[in-house]
């Protein structure tokens, strides 16, 4: 097991300071190679702590098949909604699947060489493709189900959040809209992540529920002089790892390279309800609504037949 330190400040403590990562276990992030169910539960899922699994589904089928000619094959003509993403301002368009792949197999450099521009780059992000084309499930054995909530394992793939994209596409730093837990795989490409916990908020210029305006890339200190007191990781997430960062976990992602992965929000009973108490700090209605259909799926244990059909919405949620 290795540990991925996060970098210390020299100036004086406040809001922002190591000590409140401290409290919250957040003083490193493991990267392992194996973690069984009871452990990833115990030590990483139920103590809100981050993990990398290395290799996590790199025996996968779809670490070898999955690539954007892959996906022009076997659902080109599935129109799917592409987003431009300029901080929080989100622009949506609607491209069949094989006129995306096309794009990203020949897309060109600009006439200078300059590099694509993130805020100009159509990306395939966050759509429920594994629950539209239901057998790429099938490319994804054997699935760690015991990691998520009784509510979700058995048909897991319908709430999975499917991305591809190019190279310098970009997500600003945000929380997750529900504050789910997330458990991220990447099966093609690689991605950096840059992540804060849930304490350092403060320092990052939130703007509206969950976006802000600080770049981690490229901080602006005369404008957020606070997030010199913050202390951010960043962690290369390559074909084959799995990460898992809990609910409220700030994060910034660059893909390094043409990226294919997806992701699973889910939530434990203790973070739904605790997701529901932050209901009168901003929280959208929409999403209010969201975490207490969820609360009857995972705290009342309301039978999915039941509950999906007024929670997949959320899946094409844009936030």
Known sequence: MTELKFATSTQAPHDCSLSSLEDSGWS??????????????????????????????????????????????????????????????????????????????????????????????????????????????????PFPGEYLSAW???????????????????????????????????????KQFTILPPSQATCCGRRGWRWFDVDPEQPDYMRFPEYEQATPIVITVSAGDMLYMPPGTLHHVRSLSTSISFNIDFHTRRSVLD?????????????ICYNAITALGVTAEIPERITFPLYRPYLSYVS
């Open 28 to 141: 490193s992030v493991p990267t392992v190679t194996e973690l069984s169910d009871g452990e990833f539960a115990t030590n990483y899922r139920d103590a809100m702590r981050p993990v990398l699994l290395r290799n996590g589904c790199a025996a996968w089928s779809a670490c070898r098949r999955w690539s954007p000619q892959y996906f022009s094959e076997i659902a080109g003509e599935l129109t799917i909604p592409v987003k431009t993403l300029d901080h929080g301002d989100i622009r949506l368009t609607s491209w069949k699947l094989s006129e995306y792949t096309r794009f990203l197999t020949e897309q060109l450099p600009s006439d200078d060489g300059a590099p694509l521009n993130p805020r100009a780059v159509p990306y395939c992000h966050d759509i429920p493709l594994l629950g539209l084309v239901e057998s790429l499930a099938q490319d994804c054995q």
């Open 275 to 287: 997701a529901l108490t932050q209901a009168n700090k901003g929280m959208p209605i929409e999403v």
């Open 152 to 190: 979700y394992r058995r048909h897991w793939w319908r709430y999975s959040q499917f991305f591809m994209g190019p190279a310098g596409t970009v997500t600003p730093l945000h929380f997750d809209t529900l504050l789910s837990h997330n458990l991220f795989f990447q099966i093609y490409g690689e």
